[in-house]
């Protein structure tokens, strides 16, 4: 059965073919665009997750789990090919069902499709160890793959975050079932579909629904044996508490508060691109978005004045080559107006909604805040929109008190031209990533990934994620 990319059917794929929902039972799927409807999926439950799990049983006791590490890197290699010969299709769909702007949604093509590639070539390349011990023993320890391996997403990077985290598990030799997040996940179904064509059946399930019934009862599986989740703070705990009871491990990507540091000595040229990018890219809906940014109060005038200027020059539209499309839904677009009403902090820019954005769609103009108290609370939580808190400090210490002063930790940037300074400060750092004059790492495919405290544990990407994916089996040979 083929997926119709303009409606999809409400259908999940369960065993390398497309089964309905056992209620029957679907969900209407809203573009942010427009607001309006234009799709519908299935809205699974706890029976459709047993057929997943079942069927991820099946293929690694099957023909999947029969494969060597070298013949799964070959196909993942193959499904990298096959989803950069789609990336136009691919990208789409993820604009009229996430709204993202179309340059953005083909970006997470192509990284959608690295991660195949890069954990394809890595496939073959996790090598076990040789323990020196006792005499009269030989020792040698393994990595294999955990078994079934469960996957729940969010929406605001659905294929690139389907590629980051099935990519690793298949590569293991894991077998995967996968729930999407409801309010995005057309471009996860198209790319499931195409690796139906190439990786045996039931290596790979994705079954949609909404996340307290599907998402949850995935979590709390008994037949599955590790959980990969990336979402909220409040979902990652319900994630950690199911894992526990089923004494599985888990790894959790939550939210982030990331702060960027700018001192007066930065090369503010280089600085202020990167600054307003990483609040404004995919509309501040980003884990790793760069909402605060912590300015020495000597350059506090000229870089807030020229931060201004940009903010002001930003108009969230449905056009091509937006730089801003809408938020991904009405809840979502209430949250962030609600946080924007509350903030209590003087407004230095306001940029504007497109005269011709659609009156329905869920189009927020970003705001720049300043001076922001660092404890208050549009600096401390998670808005998960265009809006950038600019905090002035004065000494170094200063800095990396209010840097590490959220309960999260993410990634951080320091800005600053004195080399003695960058290692200072990228040390004192309380995160998963830090950057040094520069922020994100366009994708970052090979560079681990994840947070501590409430950003979440566990990494993704790099070879840190096959790890993961992998448990050890040590084998003690008691030869004499
Ligand atoms: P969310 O936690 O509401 O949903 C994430 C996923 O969990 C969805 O698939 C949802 O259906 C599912 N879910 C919801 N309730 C569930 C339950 N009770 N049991 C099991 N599954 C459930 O988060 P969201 O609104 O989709 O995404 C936004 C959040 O995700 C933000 O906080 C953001 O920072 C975070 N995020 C983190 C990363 C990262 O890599 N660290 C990446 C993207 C998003």
Redesign the pocket.
């Known amino acids: 059965m083929s997926l119709n990319t303009a409606l999809p059917q409400p259908m999940n794929l369960i065993a390398g073919t497309w089964v309905p929902p056992q209620s029957g039972r679907q969900m209407a799927v809203v573009s942010p665009l427009d607001g309006e409807v234009f799709a519908a999926i299935a809205d699974s439950d706890a029976a459709d997750i047993d057929a997943a799990v079942a069927a991820a049983r099946a293929a690694l006791e099957g023909p999947w789990g029969a494969l060597s590490a070298a013949e799964r890197g070959r196909l993942l290699m193959r499904y990298g090919a096959a989803i950069l010969d789609h990336a136009d299709e691919l990208a789409a769909i993820e604009t009229r069902d996430n709204g993202k702007p179309l340059a953005q949604a083909r970006a997470d093509m192509v990284m959608t499709a690295r991660y195949f590639e890069y954990y394809g070539g890595a496939a073959d390349k996790v090598h076990g160890e040789v323990i020196p011990f006792q005499r009269g023993y030989s020792v040698h320890m393994t990595r294999e793959p955990h078994g079934v391996t469960g996957h729940?997403?969010?929406?605001?990077?659905p294929a690139q975050?389907y590629g980051r985290s099935i990519g690793a598990a298949l590569a293991m030799g894991n077998a995967c079932v996968l729930?999407?997040?409801?309010?995005a996940c057309l471009s996860i179904l198209r790319l499931a579909e195409i690796a139906a064509g190439i990786l045996p059946p039931g290596a790979l399930n994705v079954v949609t629904g909404?996340?307290?019934v599907a998402?949850?009862a995935?979590?709390e599986h008994p037949g599955i044996d590790f959980i990969s989740?990336?979402?909220?703070?409040?979902?990652?705990q319900?994630?950690q508490i199911a894992a526990a009871r089923n004494f599985i491990g888990c790894t959790l990507?939550?939210?982030?508060k990331s702060p960027q540091i700018v001192f007066e000595d930065a090369d503010l040229d280089a600085a202020l691109p990167v600054l307003a990018n990483a609040i404004i890219q995919n509309g501040g809906?980003?884990?790793?978005a760069g909402s605060r940014v912590l300015i020495q109060r000597p350059i506090w005038d000229a870089l807030t004045a020229r931060l201004a200027e940009r903010f002001t020059a930003v108009e969230a539209s449905p056009a091509d080559g937006s730089l801003l499309g809408p938020l991904i839904s009405a809840r979502q677009k209430a949250r962030v107006e609600r946080y924007i009403a509350e903030a209590g902090a003087p407004v230095l820019a306001q940029g504007k909604v497109a005269a011709d954005a659609p009156a329905g769609g869920f189009y927020v103009a970003p705001v720049l805040f300043g001076p922001v108290d660092p404890a208050s609370p549009i600096a401390q939580e998670?808005v998960?929109g265009p809006v950038l808190c600019a905090i002035p400090f004065d000494t170094e210490a200063e800095a990396i008190a209010i840097a590490n002063g959220t309960q999260y930790g993410?990634v951080a940037s320091v800005w600053t031209r004195d080399g003695a300074r960058q290692a200072r400060v990228a040390n004192a750092m309380r995160c998963g990533q830090v950057f040094i004059n520069g922020f994100g790492a366009g994708g970052g495919v090979e560079l681990p990934?994840?947070?501590i405290r409430k950003?979440?544990h566990g990494r993704?990407k790099g070879f840190e994620a096959l790890y993961e994916f992998s448990t050890i089996r040590t084998i003690v040979n008691h030869h004499g």
Do not use: H
């Open positions: 729940i997403v969010p929406w605001n990077y975050i729930k999407p997040a409801e309010d909404r996340g307290e998402g949850k995935l979590s989740f990336t979402g909220s703070p409040e979902v990652g319900m994630i990507e939550l939210g982030g809906q980003t884990c790793s998670e998960f993410l990934f994840g947070g950003s979440g993704e």
